[in-house]
Antibody, heavy 119, light 107 residues
Framework: QAQLQQSGPGLLQPSQTLSLTCAISGDSVFSNSGAWNWIRQSPSGGLEWLGRTYYRSRWHTDYALSVKSRMTINSDTSKNQISMQLNSVTPDDTAVYYC?????????WGQGTLVTVSS | EIVLTQSPGTLSLSPGERVTLSCRASQSVPTTSLAWYQQKFGQAPRLLIYGTSSRATGIPDKFSGSGSGTDFTLTISRLEPEDFAVYYCQQYFTSLTFGGGTKVEIK
């Protein structure tokens, strides 16, 4: 499976934009057998799928309803990576954020990024 | 949205015991679209089972999955010290959702 390396800031103030990057090695961002996803885990432990992008002749992107209005996922094919942006963050967005890949089930995960939203 | 309910929330067991974890879906999920993960403290989840009963690469055969419709189970045949962790089920049939997790702790 792929190896995923995440990067991005861990501390934000309310109303700012969260931006994270996930560099993919061992697979292509164009993989036709899976998708590249963003998932977060709240301090209480619950896992929440946020969205995904995948290439099937063209790029497709899906988002969870809970973040659809605030989230954007992009692919950078020259760097073989994906990124996410979450606008207008609040303390409720405090969580560990993961990128993950796989054909439905996620067989590869990034190391996780703890994001804290606090004034 | 398909809601997955895992029970119990916590299990206190001894090494060597057999354990069965439950995952119940709010509506029917195809067997091709149900997975199980193991998560240890400070680590990302690790895929154990996909498609209800297929073990992921490198997963030992002490882990097995079964079920259909709305009821699915993960069985660990004989608990070893490294198996004490939190286990999550996930469906990837309609959007993607996770269960709330079952913590397997040492008794």
């Amino acid at each position: 499976q792929a190896q995923l390396q995440q990067s991005g800031p861990g501390l934000l103030q309310p109303s700012q934009t969260l931006s994270l990057t996930c560099a993919i090695s061992g697979d292509s961002v164009f993989s036709n057998s899976g998708a590249w996803n963003w998932i977060r885990q709240s301090p209480s432990g619950g896992l929440e799928w946020l969205g995904r992008t995948y290439y099937r002749s063209r790029w497709h992107t899906d988002y969870a309803l809970s973040v659809k209005s605030r989230m954007t996922i992009n692919s950078d094919t020259s760097k073989n990576q994906i990124s996410m942006q979450l606008n207008s963050v609040t303390p409720d967005d405090t969580a560990v954020y993961y990128c993950a890949g796989g054909p439905g089930a996620f067989d590869s995960w990034g190391q996780g990024t703890l994001v804290t939203v606090s004034s | 949205e398909i809601v997955l309910t895992q029970s119990p929330g916590t299990l206190s067991l001894s090494p060597g015991e057999r354990v069965t974890l439950s995952c119940r879906a709010s509506q029917s999920v195809p067997t091709t679209s149900l997975a199980w993960y193991q998560q240890k403290f400070g680590q990302a989840p690790r895929l154990l089972i996909y498609g209800t009963s297929s073990r992921a690469t490198g997963i030992p055969d002490k882990f097995s999955g079964s079920g259909s419709g709305t009821d699915f189970t993960l069985t660990i045949s004989r608990l070893e010290p490294e198996d004490f962790a939190v286990y999550y089920c996930q469906q990837y049939f309609t959007s993607l959702t996770f269960g709330g997790g079952t913590k397997v702790e040492i008794k």
